[in-house]
């Protein structure tokens, strides 16, 4: 019983600690594959917004308030997968004190923002604020890690090299270089 609370404690707060460090996490819906997306800790929670003109999209994760996610942090200094924990989705309504309060830690964030001045309107109007609330149950932790790489193909697109490199390219390279 104590081992188990202490792990209980021990990923609590690794979740804390390795999700505030981190910029992006992989969240993982009911649909589709797992997506990047940047978000901010926020009162035990990885707090996001999306699905907005000029916002990251969460369309097609299937994240629905009241539903559950998976999110997967990388570690900070290796780059490899650190933790992995379920959460539970909350979407507050626009305007309520609890949106309020993720946006304005959101918004001081928020790189490049076009309409810096009216962006929290903009995300009342047009985006999801969502917050990521750890259930406390980890699938994937420092000695409790699946031995298979987890690395799914790139999704297609149009925007592919379909031919070689021309012959020339390097030698124009270097000469670039000198001048």
């Given at each position: 019983?104590?081992?188990?609370?202490?792990?209980?404690?021990?990923?609590?707060?690794?979740?804390?600690?390795?999700?505030?460090?981190?910029?992006?996490?992989?969240?993982?819906?009911?649909?589709?594959?797992?997506r990047a997306l940047w978000h901010l800790w926020h009162d035990g929670?990885?707090?996001?917004?999306?699905?907005?003109?000029?916002?990251?999209?969460?369309?097609?994760?299937?994240?629905?308030?009241?539903?559950?996610?998976?999110?997967?942090?990388?570690?900070?200094?290796?780059?490899?997968?650190?933790?992995?924990?379920?959460?539970r989705v909350v979407e507050p309504a626009p305007e309520s004190e609890?949106?309020?309060?993720?946006?304005?830690?959101?918004?001081?964030?928020?790189?490049?923002?076009?309409?810096?001045?009216?962006?929290?309107?903009?995300?009342?109007?047009?985006?999801?604020?969502?917050?990521?609330?750890?259930?406390?149950?980890?699938?994937?932790?420092?000695?409790?890690?699946?031995?298979?790489?987890?690395?799914?193909?790139?999704?297609?697109?149009?925007?592919?090299?379909?031919?070689?490199?021309?012959?020339?390219?390097?030698?124009?390279?270097?000469?670039?270089?000198?001048?």
């Open positions: 019983m104590t081992e188990t609370v202490s792990q209980a404690l021990q990923d609590r707060a690794l979740i804390e600690e390795a999700t505030k460090k981190s910029g992006l996490i992989w969240v993982r819906g009911n649909t589709g594959p797992a929670a990885a707090v996001l917004v999306g699905d907005g003109a000029g916002e990251q999209p969460l369309t097609g994760l299937g994240l629905a308030d009241g539903g559950t996610a998976t999110v997967t942090v990388r570690s900070k200094d290796k780059g490899g997968r650190l933790i992995a924990w379920q959460a609890t949106w309020r309060a993720a946006v304005d830690e959101l918004k001081g964030k928020r790189l490049n923002a076009p309409d810096a001045d009216t962006l929290t309107e903009r995300w009342a109007r047009e985006c999801r604020v969502l917050r990521l609330e750890p259930t406390g149950e980890t699938t994937q932790r420092p000695g409790a890690m699946p031995d298979d790489s987890h690395a799914a193909p790139p999704p297609a697109t149009p925007a592919i090299t379909r031919r070689p490199a021309p012959a020339a390219l390097p030698k124009l390279l270097r000469r670039g270089r000198r001048g």
